[in-house]
């Protein structure tokens, strides 16, 4: 390492020389010029006092998985960069910056495999950069200490796609389809992670006082341990103008005994609702479902209330009329 030292002050002597000689040639005056070499050449001994004294320094260094078999997926993220904090001379640090190796490669067969994860042994990182380092180096502290990821042998599924966000419509307008592309994604996963994702969300927007159709890029939640191909979709929010729609839907008797009819009156109930404008013409009386329960015609002697037991999501607002009914029991045949 003197050696070292001697060279690089052999050499730094030799700038000066040489940078004197140029300087000769210029007509300057020569208390400025005697006043220049000092100065450079204090510099020049301070760099050589600095680099003999030691300093700690921070290096990122980029690593690569090699020998990965092609059944096997990395199903959640690494660091881009292992961080190291070294300490060392100025020197050392010269001569390990020459080589410019800031990268390592790590054999997959030397990852250790539990419940579906992969990870690094203790130590072995902080082993791989104290090689490239030099044994003038010590390596401090390596971050992460561990490198470790969820791991897929290839197994996956498709799952639906749904649409994690909220919108609130402006005045006058009802929210309508809203259409996911692709509507379902891949997913791969350790087994144990692999069962219990049945779906997985978009992000979670808020769209305010929307009143005309959205298109948008939406990123689907990240599930630790769990891949998804693709991690985006493209969604589109449909928003329409509402109108009023009153339709009649026959009252059916639910719980009735087979040896007895209920008849009610009138016979039909009126269903006013809010529907967009462009699926006013698709609700039908078949979308919905009003009836009376046996139970409570019995506890009733005069009238029995109305209930709605099924209607399509598409309408809000809904009111039903008359709310309770009159009825009469008659014997089946």
């Known amino acids: 390492m003197q050696e070292d030292v001697n060279i690089s002050a052999s050499r730094i002597l030799s700038f000066f020389k040489l940078t004197y000689r140029r300087l000769r040639l210029v007509k300057i005056n020569r208390n400025l010029l005697v006043y220049l070499m000092f100065f450079f050449v204090s510099i020049g001994f301070w760099c050589l006092q600095t680099l003999k004294e030691k300093t700690t320094q921070v290096i990122e260094f980029?690593?690569?998985?090699?020998?990965?078999?092609?059944?096997?997926?990395?199903?959640?993220?690494?660091?881009?960069?292992?961080?190291?904090?070294?300490?060392?001379?100025?020197?050392?640090?010269?001569?390990?910056?020459?080589?410019?190796?800031n990268h390592i490669t790590i054999p997959y067969d030397v990852l250790q495999r539990k419940n579906g994860k992969l990870s690094t042994e203790p130590q072995y990182i902080r082993r791989q950069m104290q090689k490239i380092l030099g044994a003038a180096i010590d390596?401090?502290?390596?971050?992460?200490?561990?490198?470790?990821?969820?791991?897929?042998?290839?197994?996956?599924?498709?799952?639906?796609?749904?649409?994690?966000?909220?919108?609130?419509?402006?005045?006058?307008?009802?929210?309508?389809?809203?259409?996911?592309?692709?509507?379902?994604?891949?997913?791969?996963?350790?087994?144990?992670?692999?069962?219990?994702?049945?779906?997985?969300?978009?992000?979670?927007?808020?769209?305010?006082?929307?009143?005309?159709?959205?298109?948008?890029?939406?990123?689907?939640?990240?599930i630790h341990g769990v891949k998804i191909i693709p991690d985006s979709v493209k969604v589109q929010i449909c928003v329409d103008l509402f109108t009023e729609k009153k339709i009649a839907v026959p009252i059916y008797c639910e719980n009735?005994?087979?040896?007895?009819?209920?008849?009610?009156?009138?016979?039909?109930?009126?269903?006013?609702?809010?529907?967009?404008?462009?699926?006013?013409?698709?609700?039908?009386?078949?979308?919905?479902?009003?009836?009376?329960?046996?139970?409570?015609?019995?506890q009733n002697p005069s009238r029995c209330p109305v209930q709605l037991r099924n209607y399509p999501k598409e309408v809000t607002h809904i009111h039903v009329s008359p709310e309770a009914v009159e009825y009469v029991i008659e014997q089946a045949d």
Request: with cysteine; proline share 6%.
């Open 62 to 101: 980029s690593y690569e998985i090699t020998g990965v078999p092609k059944n096997v997926v990395f199903t959640s993220d690494m660091p881009q960069y292992i961080k190291v904090t070294a300490e060392g001379r100025g020197f050392d640090f010269l001569e390990y910056m020459n080589k410019s190796n």
């Open 139 to 222: 390596v401090n502290n390596c971050s992460p200490f561990i490198l470790e990821t969820y791991y897929s042998t290839g197994k996956k599924k498709r799952v639906p796609v749904i649409f994690g966000g909220k919108v609130q419509v402006g005045m006058q307008h009802v929210l309508g389809d809203i259409k996911i592309k692709p509507d379902s994604v891949d997913i791969y996963a350790p087994q144990g992670l692999f069962d219990s994702v049945q779906s997985v969300y978009t992000d979670n927007p808020f769209y305010r006082q929307v009143e005309d159709t959205i298109k948008a890029r939406l990123a689907i939640r990240h």
């Open 256 to 298: 009735c005994p087979p040896n007895k009819l209920v008849r009610t009156f009138p016979i039909k109930a009126d269903v006013s609702f809010h529907v967009s404008t462009g699926k006013y013409n698709k609700i039908t009386e078949k979308d919905f479902l009003v009836v009376i329960d046996y139970n409570d015609v019995i």
